[in-house]
């Protein structure tokens, strides 16, 4: 079935270090979207990005909509301890319906 | 309580019980899911209620059983489980189906015996 990419798959960064992971689709997809998920809870929504090259940020975080509509991009600046968490991208190819497509995951371990 | 809560929060069950996830989000949405999370694979979508219909059966086994009693709770029924089902259920919902509403549990640790 469809699949998501993401890379890398997991990532040890020192703090203070920016971090950039990307998620890629053979399919063009509508709607990105970027979650974190901390140990024992669901993921939470962090970017949502709806146009092809939209840059959107939330505090640190960054992330790109790809021109081509086949991948996107997170970027963290300055990292902290408490980015530590798996990072999920989600595709959806048609707008206004529940179908979306997850990655498997990133894994981000930041070392004091 | 605000947002979606789920109960319980870890389940170990034998393969011949009978049990049930809860789901309840006090967030007013008026759409609710049931994602399967398994190691190193990604969400799985199992199903989808909008106004308490059932609009996604995504190919789930019948030995998983939703219900939507309204649009504040929502069940996931177990019954005659296999090992390979133990994973972490996560219940999420939204206002209609837009991304940026949706918001997911803490998720029922499974473990099938």
């Known amino acids: 079935g469809q699949q998501l990419n993401q890379s890398p798959q997991s990532m040890f960064i020192q703090e203070g270090e920016d971090v950039s992971m990307n998620c890629t689709s053979s399919?063009?997809?509508?709607?990105w979207l970027w979650y974190k998920q901390d140990p024992g809870e669901g993921p939470v929504l962090l970017i949502a990005l709806y146009k092809a090259g939209e840059l959107t940020s939330n505090g640190r975080l960054t992330a790109q909509f790809g021109i081509t509509r086949k991948d996107s991009f997170l970027n963290i600046s300055a990292s902290i301890p408490s980015d530590v968490g798996i990072y999920f991208c989600a595709g959806q190819k048609t707008s206004g319906t529940y179908k979306y497509i997850f990655g498997t995951g990133t894994r981000l371990k930041v070392l004091a | 309580e605000t947002g979606v809560t789920q109960t319980p929060r870890h389940l170990v069950m034998g393969m011949t019980n009978k049990k049930s996830l809860k789901c309840e989000q006090h967030?007013?949405?008026?759409?609710m899911y049931w994602y399967k999370q398994s190691a190193k694979k990604p969400l799985e979508l199992m199903f989808v209620?909008?106004?308490?219909?059932?609009?996604e059966n995504n190919s789930v086994p019948s030995r998983f059983s939703p219900e939507c009693p309204n649009s504040s709770h929502l069940f996931l029924h177990l019954h005659t489980l296999q090992p390979e089902d133990s994973a972490l259920y996560l219940c999420?919902?939204?206002?209609?189906?837009?991304?940026?509403?949706?918001?997911f549990g803490p998720g029922t640790r499974l473990t099938v015996l």
């Open positions: 967030l007013g949405h008026n759409a």
């Open positions: 399919s063009i997809f509508n709607t």
């Open positions: 999420a919902s939204s206002q209609d189906y837009l991304p940026d509403t949706q918001y």
């Open positions: 209620y909008s106004l308490e219909e059932r609009v």
